[in-house]
């Protein structure tokens, strides 16, 4: 994150040094409930000190009255669960029990804070000397100094450290967690100026945040946008409702299983935000081969892609926009009936653009992704985004060659690459600017063109440029060939060899 200031790298430092021996995945819970507490704390203490003075609107008030903090879109803290209080009692032995007291008393009386906070403080495997080290780190940071409100400092430090926290925990962190770069890629190319916002596979709620810091820049009101929102964690689910809160976003999120029981069943939403899993194969699909959101076909039981894209085609709303960020297989896969669903899915006039990502994005996995963005209002004449009339194009961008390392495993977007793309997207679809294919980045194909190219959707098969990766040649075609191969040089009785063909058959291909 290179945007962040030395504020939040310098907290991290020092909140990483305490971790000592402890998982980051249980650590991470440890912060981020510790600074989720400061900062209630210090816009609790921020009233209070108001109402005691009782002054102007405030003359007669009582600052123990937690109508008071209500009518003010503020959280009611108890005297035992302030912050100062614990800060005073963070050496003694007994401040565990007293920080799970406080989240106790605060959920009590507060009932949007029910069953979000964690209360994990008492465990005796958790060291209260590093314990109170870590209180003395989070409340001596003036977070409101410089200018900035603690409202946006927390929540800049709570958002810097889960990216911290994701790719410290590497695969599981991915998770929860997507970068915030992709995530703000997303948000500026379909714009959630207002209306309905839904992501159902919400992780820790960085498309909301994104998409209220993007209504923010531009003049608009967070109260505009309705948000949404599902997830399938109940910890990870915890951690969002703590990112948002910290922001004053009120939110509709619920826990479950998207495709099992969709939580939103009747919502139709204006913008969709989405990074599911990548590939899995355990989403239960043999159980849901009947619902009414595969209208384009019934995706394999063995793959959830097509099951996401045809469950958020069934949640867009008539001019709703999706972005959507997907495994590249999805692009040109023909397995179980892939091909056939993607082929539909175009002729039907719902996909809108496509970028490849460059590598390395994700701390999760080495997977290459790519972008979809549907829409359902590609005509230009529904109100109230006109657009001009692309239904017989499809925009392509191959983004691989942007984005720069920030160490040596991760690459991110620069701004400059975000406006570059967004900017193109934005020119093709008719909103100023003129647009123009550029070899080897961007280019306008007509959907004859499509069909010409089988349907696949890879932007290396259209802007001019291929290499191996994105060579358009469906996996299941190379694989085949490399088995054929291997079948004809295998020996029996060969150890390695038959170790290979154990693993190949593991995944479904017999040599």
């Given at each position: 994150?290179?945007?962040?200031?030395?504020?939040?790298?310098t907290?991290?430092?020092?909140?990483?040094?305490?971790?000592?021996n402890?998982?980051?995945?249980?650590?991470?819970?440890?912060?981020?409930?510790?600074?989720?507490?400061?900062?209630?704390?210090?816009?609790?203490?921020?009233?209070?000190?108001?109402l005691?003075a009782?002054?102007e609107?405030?003359?007669?008030?009582?600052?123990?009255?937690?109508?008071?903090?209500?009518?003010?879109?503020?959280?009611?803290?108890?005297?035992k669960?302030?912050?100062?209080y614990?800060?005073?009692?963070?050496?003694?032995?007994?401040?565990?029990?007293?920080?799970?007291?406080?989240?106790?008393?605060?959920?009590?009386?507060?009932?949007?804070?029910?069953?979000?906070?964690?209360?994990?403080?008492?465990?005796?495997?958790?060291?209260?000397?590093?314990?109170?080290?870590?209180?003395?780190?989070?409340?001596?940071?003036?977070?409101?100094k410089?200018?900035?409100?603690?409202?946006?400092?927390?929540?800049?430090?709570?958002?810097?450290?889960?990216?911290?926290?994701?790719?410290?925990?590497?695969?599981?962190?991915g998770?929860?967690?997507?970068?915030?770069?992709?995530?703000?890629?997303l948000?500026?190319m379909?714009?959630?100026?207002n209306?309905?916002?839904?992501?159902?596979?919400?992780?820790?709620?960085?498309?909301?945040?994104?998409?209220?810091?993007?209504?923010?820049?531009?003049?608009?009101?967070?109260?505009?946008?309705?948000?949404?929102?599902?997830?399938?964690?109940?910890?990870?689910?915890?951690?969002?409702?703590?990112n948002?809160?910290?922001?004053?976003?009120d939110?509709?999120l619920?826990?479950?299983?998207t495709?099992?029981?969709?939580?939103?069943?009747?919502?139709k939403?204006d913008?969709?935000?989405?990074?599911?899993p990548?590939?899995?194969?355990?989403w239960?699909?043999?159980?849901?081969?009947?619902?009414?959101?595969?209208k384009?076909?019934?995706p394999?039981?063995?793959?959830?892609?097509?099951?996401?894209?045809?469950?958020?085609i069934?949640?867009?709303s008539?001019?709703?926009?999706?972005?959507?960020v997907?495994?590249?297989?999805?692009?040109?896969?023909?397995?179980?009936?892939?091909?056939?669903?993607?082929?539909?899915m175009?002729?039907?006039?719902?996909?809108?653009?496509?970028?490849?990502?460059?590598?390395?994005?994700?701390?999760?996995?080495?997977?290459?992704?790519?972008?979809?963005?549907?829409s359902?209002?590609?005509?230009?004449?529904?109100?109230?985004?006109?657009?001009?009339?692309?239904?017989?194009e499809?925009?392509?961008?191959?983004?691989?060659?942007?984005?720069?390392?920030?160490?040596?495993?991760?690459?991110?977007?620069?701004?400059?690459?975000?406006?570059?793309?967004?900017?193109?997207?934005?020119?093709?679809r008719?909103?100023?600017?003129?647009y123009?294919?550029?070899?080897?980045?961007?280019?306008a194909?007509?959907?004859?063109?499509v069909?010409?190219?089988?349907?696949?959707?890879?932007?290396?098969?259209?802007?001019?440029?291929?290499?191996?990766?994105?060579?358009?040649?469906?996996?299941?075609?190379k694989?085949?060939?490399?088995?054929?191969?291997?079948?004809?040089?295998?020996?029996?009785?060969?150890?390695?060899?038959?170790?290979?063909r154990k693993n190949?058959?593991?995944?479904?291909?017999?040599?």
């Amino acid at each position: 994150m290179s945007n962040n200031g030395e504020l939040e790298k310098t907290l991290w430092a020092a909140a990483d040094k305490l971790r000592s021996n402890m998982d980051a995945a249980e650590y991470k819970h440890v912060v981020l409930g510790l600074i989720f507490l400061k900062y209630i704390s210090d816009a609790f203490q921020e009233l209070h000190e108001q109402l005691k003075a009782g002054k102007e609107d405030f003359e007669g008030a009582d600052p123990e009255d937690p109508d008071e903090y209500l009518a003010n879109n503020i959280f009611f803290v108890p005297e035992k669960a302030r912050w100062q209080y614990l800060q005073d009692r963070a050496k003694q032995p007994e401040i565990g029990k007293w920080i799970d007291d406080a989240m106790d008393a605060i959920e009590r009386i507060n009932p949007p804070l029910k069953g979000v906070l964690p209360k994990i403080y008492a465990d005796p495997e958790l060291d209260k000397q590093r314990l109170g080290e870590l209180i003395d780190l989070i409340g001596n940071i003036g977070f409101k100094k410089n200018g900035n409100s603690a409202q946006d400092l927390l929540g800049r430090v709570y958002e810097y450290f889960l990216g911290q926290f994701a790719d410290a925990e590497g695969k599981k962190g991915g998770q929860f967690y997507t970068p915030q770069s992709i995530v703000k890629l997303l948000v500026e190319m379909i714009e959630p100026f207002n209306g309905r916002v839904y992501d159902g596979c919400c992780g820790s709620g960085g498309m909301f945040v994104q998409s209220e810091k993007f209504v923010t820049q531009h003049q608009g009101k967070i109260k505009d946008l309705s948000i949404y929102g599902q997830e399938s964690n109940p910890t990870t689910l915890r951690l969002a409702r703590m990112n948002l809160a910290i922001r004053g976003i009120d939110a509709k999120l619920e826990l479950g299983d998207t495709f099992q029981e969709d939580k939103h069943p009747d919502l139709k939403a204006d913008f969709i935000l989405a990074n599911p899993p990548f590939n899995i194969s355990d989403w239960g699909g043999k159980n849901f081969t009947e619902d009414t959101r595969w209208k384009f076909g019934v995706p394999p039981a063995g793959n959830a892609n097509y099951a996401w894209l045809q469950h958020f085609i069934h949640k867009l709303s008539p001019v709703g926009t999706a972005g959507i960020v997907l495994a590249n297989g999805s692009m040109n896969s023909n397995t179980s009936g892939e091909g056939e669903i993607r082929k539909k899915m175009i002729e039907a006039g719902l996909v809108d653009c496509m970028v490849a990502l460059p590598a390395q994005l994700f701390y999760n996995t080495m997977i290459p992704a790519c972008l979809w963005f549907l829409s359902r209002n590609r005509t230009g004449r529904v109100h109230p985004y006109p657009f001009r009339d692309r239904s017989n194009e499809i925009l392509f961008i191959d983004a691989r060659k942007l984005g720069t390392m920030i160490n040596r495993r991760n690459k991110e977007f620069a701004d400059e690459d975000i406006a570059n793309i967004a900017g193109t997207y934005h020119a093709w679809r008719g909103e100023g600017g003129a647009y123009e294919d550029i070899p080897g980045f961007c280019k306008a194909a007509t959907i004859d063109e499509v069909r010409t190219n089988n349907y696949v959707l890879m932007p290396g098969r259209y802007v001019g440029t291929e290499d191996a990766e994105d060579d358009g040649i469906p996996f299941e075609e190379k694989m085949n060939a490399l088995t054929k191969k291997l079948a004809e040089q295998f020996t029996l009785g060969n150890e390695l060899q038959e170790r290979i063909r154990k693993n190949l058959k593991g995944i479904g291909y017999d040599i």
